[in-house]
């Protein structure tokens, strides 16, 4: 996901229309400081240019929500219909994000191409935190599920097996839930009552405290609480 800092990237704008939350991309940790000296750990957001490239109703699709769009894509990596459908927000080829947000009432006077401001949110909001976590790839349960593990020493043969799994003759099956090794994050992660701890609309910067699921760059879903 790198690929989002290029020259088409479009600066953000704290001008535009207010939603119930916004997306953002993660850059990183770091620590601020508050009125009385207190550090705060914070998870740096990088803000994008989100426009609104569709609009759904109650009546028209079941719902309402509103559809958004970021980061220009190069036309030669865009189909026509990403492309024709992307035209009316203002996108020349398709964008490599889109995304929605559910809401209860539409914004008075919202239209296409109209940009989603930074100042949707502000400093003390608090918002339920929506990504992707690291993907760590196929892990045993030691690691996976933090098991003891058996003796390491004195001729033991269980180390880092995951041990017994089965019942007695009845069930006898392995019961659905079973803590075993597997795939382990690339999971969506959703956490709640996180605080924004500052808006810096001018450099595009969204700090919330605590630490944030995923990666740099990982898209982050914040909605109001």
Do not use: C
């Amino acid at each position: 996901m790198s690929e989002v800092q290029n020259s088409e990237t479009q600066a953000p704008s704290a001008e535009g229309i207010k939603l119930n939350g916004l997306f953002a991309f993660k850059e990183g940790m770091a620590t601020v400081y508050n009125e009385k000296g207190e550090s705060i750990p914070v998870t740096v957001l990088r803000y994008e240019t989100w426009k609104v490239s569709q609009i759904k109703t109650q009546e028209k699709d079941g719902y309402t929500a509103v559809q958004l769009a970021a980061v220009p894509k190069k036309s030669k990596n865009a189909s026509g219909a990403e492309t024709a459908h992307l035209k009316a927000a203002g996108f020349e080829a398709g964008a490599k994000y889109v995304k929605e947000l559910r809401t209860d009432a539409l914004p008075d006077g919202l239209k296409l191409g109209d940009a989603l401001s930074i100042d949707t949110l502000a400093k003390g909001d608090v918002v339920k935190i929506t990504s992707t976590s690291k993907g760590r790839g196929f892990q045993g349960s030691v690691r996976r599920w933090n098991f003891a593990g058996g003796p390491a020493t004195h001729g033991s043969k269980f180390h880092r097996k995951p041990g017994s799994s089965g019942n007695r003759t009845w069930p006898g099956r392995v019961m659905p839930g079973k803590k075993f090794p597997g795939h382990w994050g690339d999971e969506t992660i959703t956490v709640k009552n996180v605080v924004v701890v500052d808006v810096i609309a001018s450099e595009g910067v969204v700090l919330v405290k605590g630490p944030v699921p995923g990666s740099k760059n990982t898209l982050v879903k914040l909605v109001k609480g």
